[in-house]
């Protein structure tokens, strides 16, 4: 049996589900968790409470027990506890006596721990701890609270990772050069034989299948840090992509079952409409692969196109191509859609799950599909030559007219060539 830890640093979700599966894998068959998932939203699909944290003395259960990973760990929940400024000690309230005890929330000790909180009288406990600002004692030791005070008063000045992140080397492909930490806005990674990952490399393979791409991986299967190809600085490095406060963006929905990446030489116009008016997104055209190996962030893959599912994110128009490695072991079994249900059943549904729900975990609302079907791989190759065309017209080499430049870095052979 294993609980979650206290004396700790607060952790959202994916700190927890992490922990959980750990200690699965060292051997305990129960986890102990909170009655909360640690900040986990409501959804608008709730017959009740639709815009509140879940909060059942059971949902913590049920998140983590369905938390891909955990296998056949049994989760168990307990009650919430308040602590008790008769006798210093966290305990289930006395109906009798609630004046006695103060509730102590994760969110509340962290505003604690931010304005450096210090140890309140042990003979006169406040109800009110932010305005006196101290911590009662009796409910983390000393040394533990001076560790989580440092960390959320220097949790921007980098001598802090988050534990869950991981500070091992990603890992990439050896035609790449890296620079920076991962985990932090340092972090670049650039081709040793092209000039840009976005304009330099072919958008296809030369010679071979007619349906084959190449796709640039991103993010590596089972990785959670969103990496993208920078439009913007020279050499259109990969880095990570950032949240609104400036902070490294990382999946919170769970980690990808598929390795992502993009098409080269393509680009989803904002000016090209849809049937709703939704333009497109900006980027190159994006790439699921299906297949059952890791492809190493910064490596070109020939890539069998399956279809594509057309994502509205946000209100633009977000196309995701499904492709099969032509190197992966199913490959040779896998042409179409229709083939991939039946080699591989439910991957579609699986994929339109993390497509419409990714976001939910960061408290967002659900995506929506212009289809719930994939379309043809025939349709896929007009998307990928139409998206080539606007890459071409972005490039000036096409015979269609772009009126800006975006601020894209553009300045490459493959580009101005």
């Given amino acids: 049996m294993a609980i979650w830890p206290a004396p700790m640093v607060y952790a959202g979700p994916t700190e927890v589900e992490f922990h959980a599966k750990s200690?699965?894998?060292?051997?305990?068959?129960?986890?102990?968790?909170?009655?909360?998932?640690?900040?986990?939203?409501?959804?608008?699909?709730?017959?009740?409470?639709?815009?509140?944290?879940?909060?059942?003395?059971?949902?913590?259960?049920?998140?983590?027990?369905?938390?891909?990973?955990?296998?056949?760990?049994?989760?168990?929940?307990?009650?919430?506890?308040?602590?008790?400024?008769?006798?210093?000690?966290?305990?289930?309230?006395?109906?009798?006596?609630?004046?006695?005890?103060?509730?102590?929330?994760?969110?509340?000790?962290?505003?604690?721990?931010?304005?450096?909180?210090?140890?309140?009288?042990?003979?006169?406990?406040?109800?009110?701890?932010?305005?006196?600002?101290?911590?009662?004692?009796?409910?983390?030791?000393?040394?533990?609270?001076?560790?989580?005070?440092?960390?959320?008063?220097?949790?921007?000045?980098?001598?802090?990772?988050?534990?869950?992140?991981?500070?091992?080397?990603?890992?990439?492909?050896?035609?790449?050069?890296?620079?920076?930490?991962?985990?932090?806005?340092?972090?670049?990674?650039?081709?040793?034989?092209?000039?840009?990952?976005?304009?330099?490399?072919?958008?296809?393979?030369?010679?071979?299948?007619?349906?084959?791409?190449?796709?640039?991986?991103?993010?590596?299967?089972?990785?959670?840090?969103?990496m993208e190809v920078n439009k913007k600085l020279p050499g259109n490095v990969i880095a990570q992509d950032t949240n609104d406060d400036g902070s490294p963006r990382y999946y919170t929905y769970g980690t990808p079952f598929f390795n992502y990446g993009y098409i080269p030489q393509t680009w989803e116009d904002p000016s090209l409409k849809d049937s709703l008016g939704n333009g497109g997104d900006n980027d190159p055209l994006d790439v699921m692969e299906i297949g059952s190996k890791r492809l190493e962030m910064g490596s070109t893959t020939p890539c069998r196109v399956l279809g594509h599912l057309e994502l509205i994110d946000e209100g633009e128009m977000d196309n995701k191509v499904i492709c099969i490695a032509l190197s992966d072991p199913d490959a040779g079994s896998i042409h179409n859609i229709g083939d991939l249900e039946r080699v591989k059943p439910g991957t579609i549904n699986r994929l339109k799950d993390w497509l419409t729900r990714y976001k939910t975990s960061d408290g967002k609302a659900e995506n929506s599909l212009a289809s719930e079907e994939p379309t043809s791989t025939k349709e896929a190759m007009e998307l990928i030559e139409e998206t080539h065309q606007r890459w071409k017209n972005l490039c000036g080499k096409g015979t269609g007219y772009v009126s800006e430049d975006y601020g894209f870095w553009l300045n490459a052979p493959g580009c101005k060539g």
């Fill in 23 to 226: 200690r699965r894998s060292a051997g305990a068959s129960y986890f102990v968790v909170g009655r909360d998932p640690a900040g986990m939203k409501g959804s608008h699909l709730a017959v009740a409470h639709q815009d509140d944290d879940l909060y059942d003395g059971d949902h913590g259960r049920y998140v983590l027990q369905n938390s891909p990973g955990i296998g056949s760990m049994k989760m168990l929940s307990f009650v919430k506890v308040m602590y008790d400024i008769t006798d210093n000690v966290m305990k289930i309230p006395d109906e009798s006596r609630l004046e006695d005890f103060i509730s102590i929330s994760g969110s509340k000790m962290r505003l604690l721990a931010r304005n450096g909180a210090v140890p309140c009288s042990p003979t006169n406990i406040p109800t009110d701890l932010v305005d006196a600002n101290c911590v009662p004692s009796g409910f983390m030791v000393p040394k533990g609270w001076d560790i989580v005070v440092d960390y959320y008063r220097n949790i921007d000045a980098g001598r802090w990772i988050p534990w869950s992140r991981p500070l091992v080397d990603p890992g990439a492909d050896s035609r790449t050069e890296k620079s920076g930490k991962f985990g932090t806005g340092s972090f670049q990674l650039k081709h040793k034989d092209y000039e840009s990952f976005w304009h330099d490399i072919p958008m296809k393979p030369s010679g071979g299948e007619e349906n084959v791409i190449n796709l640039v991986t991103e993010i590596p299967l089972h990785m959670t840090a969103k």
